[in-house]
């Protein structure tokens, strides 16, 4: 009755966390503080009811699965803004598809890109470790070996891509790479992603790089992977962002993550497949979604103000967290990744003792790499982030 390839996939890190502290009261004396799931906090940009209620009679089609012309040239706008693709824009016809979040469309990635065999043996799909949880998931499912790559504190939190070994990289077909990344909030410079499409082009497999945390920053904006292909690109390429897919999401940019609004973006080749694929797999966007998804992406003033919320909180957790438990301030994201010597314990603490809901790092991983960490998510309001913040420093000493 069931797929053993699966067999393979542990629970999900959040059901994990619920038997962790299950029958446990809170403690403090004072409401709980949800610090462990990743669903930002702040509010929904005020034009996209009036979008939606303006649309609604558009319910009343099926969805094309490609989006409309106007998501696809929004987003092709800001794509070409955003990471200044002058030399090789990105067109809204073939480089672009709408995903019904990007989670779905980095899971199916996987199914598009996956051969039965590569160099005549299993195929490899390899990701940092801690990472999201889909990608492991996707890997397993289309046959191939999810491989995980520690990404440590020495090696910056990201993947040390010089250690891989040419027999690796030739049975890979898929390289997931997030950055900034969930949960340690690195962020790949360029010289890093030039050298992972350089990679990806030499042993021919595809780099799907997840942005989804790419416009939460508080200093300077990550850059990303198309301009990587783009710069290794000749200046008449017909294909300058061959082998490279990133997606991008609203869910964090716009606080809208239960919108499901997201793109893939790049290599014409894939995207071309990925359509396909897409018209038999079925998720489209609803037009009324995709017309508040275009009005998203032409404006960036909300995004500056989600900025700024969470620079306030970031600056809270610089004073509250200075010198404790490993507290750097990330790159880009809205986690902070603390050591706490021992994260399931940890985080059982918390609850039992702050009434502090905290992700152990250990799920979020394979092997012994995160078992240190908890995973704190900054997405709540100030004031109780900064109460939130005050309880972990309290009650877990101060490291
Ligand atoms: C690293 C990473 N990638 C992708 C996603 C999926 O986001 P969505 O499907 O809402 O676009 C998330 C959501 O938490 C995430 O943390």
């Given at each position: 009755m069931f797929n053993p390839v699966l067999d393979g996939l542990p629970e999900n890190?959040?059901?994990?966390?619920?038997?962790?502290?299950?029958?446990?009261?809170?403690?403090?004396?004072a409401p709980p503080i949800l610090m462990s799931l990743g669903e930002p906090q702040h509010p929904v940009p005020d034009f996209i009811g009036p979008i939606l209620a303006s649309h609604v009679a558009e319910y009343g089609k099926y969805p094309p699965i490609q989006g409309t012309d106007a998501f696809r040239e929004a987003v092709a706008g800001w794509l070409n803004r955003r990471f200044e693709l002058t030399r090789h824009p990105v067109r809204s016809e073939g480089h672009i598809l709408p995903l019904n979040g990007t989670r779905e469309g980095?899971?199916?990635?996987?199914?598009?890109?996956?051969p039965p065999k590569k160099?005549?043996?299993?195929?490899?799909?390899?990701?940092?470790?801690?990472?999201?949880?889909?990608?492991?998931?996707?890997?397993?499912?289309?046959?191939?070996?999810?491989?995980?790559?520690?990404?440590?504190?020495?090696?910056?939190?990201?993947?040390?891509?010089?250690?891989?070994?040419?027999?690796?990289?030739?049975?890979?077909?898929?390289?997931?790479?997030?950055?900034?990344?969930?949960?340690?909030?690195?962020?790949?410079?360029?010289?890093?992603?030039?050298?992972?499409?350089q990679l990806a082009r030499q042993y021919d497999f595809v780099l799907a790089l997840d942005e989804c945390y790419s416009e939460i920053y508080t200093r300077s904006p990550p850059p990303g992977g198309l301009r990587a292909a783009s710069d290794l690109a000749d200046a008449d390429a017909?294909?300058?962002?061959?082998?490279?897919?990133?997606?991008?999401?609203?869910?964090?940019?716009?606080?809208?993550?239960?919108?499901?609004?997201?793109?893939?973006?790049g290599d014409t080749r894939l995207i071309a497949r990925f359509r396909n694929f897409r018209a038999y797999v079925g998720p489209t966007n609803p037009l009324p979604a995709d017309a508040a998804?275009?009005?998203?992406?032409?404006?960036?003033?909300?995004?500056?103000?989600?900025?700024?919320?969470?620079?306030?909180?970031?600056?809270?957790?610089?004073?509250?967290?200075?010198?404790?438990?490993?507290?750097?301030?990330?790159?880009?994201?809205f986690f902070l990744w603390l050591d706490a010597g021992d994260g399931e314990a940890a985080a059982l603490k918390l609850w039992r003792e702050a009434g502090v809901k905290v992700l152990p790092g250990k799920y979020l991983a394979r092997g012994a790499v995160g078992d240190p960490y908890i995973r704190v998510a900054l997405v709540g309001p100030l004031e109780e982030t900064i109460e939130g913040l005050r309880r972990i420093w309290r009650t877990l000493g101060s490291g």
């Open positions: 890190a959040f059901p994990r966390l619920a038997n962790l502290i299950a029958g446990i009261q809170p403690g403090g004396n980095l899971f199916s990635a996987a199914f598009l890109v996956t160099d005549g043996r299993q195929p490899a799909v390899l990701m940092p470790n801690p990472f999201y949880q889909c990608y492991a998931g996707a890997a397993l499912a289309a046959g191939a070996e999810p491989t995980y790559l520690d990404a440590t504190r020495g090696a910056g939190f990201l993947p040390d891509i010089q250690a891989l070994s040419p027999d690796l990289l030739s049975r890979t077909s898929l390289f997931y790479m997030c950055s900034p990344a969930n949960p340690q909030g690195s962020v790949a410079s360029i010289d890093y992603l030039k050298q992972l499409v017909i294909e300058p962002f061959a082998n490279v897919l990133v997606f991008h999401s609203l869910s964090k940019r716009s606080n809208l993550p239960g919108l499901r609004s997201g793109f893939v973006a998804a275009t009005a998203a992406w032409r404006d960036e003033a909300h995004v500056e103000e989600n900025r700024r919320l969470y620079r306030q909180k970031f600056d809270a957790a610089d004073e509250i967290l200075n010198g404790c438990f490993g507290y750097f301030r990330p790159a880009g994201g």
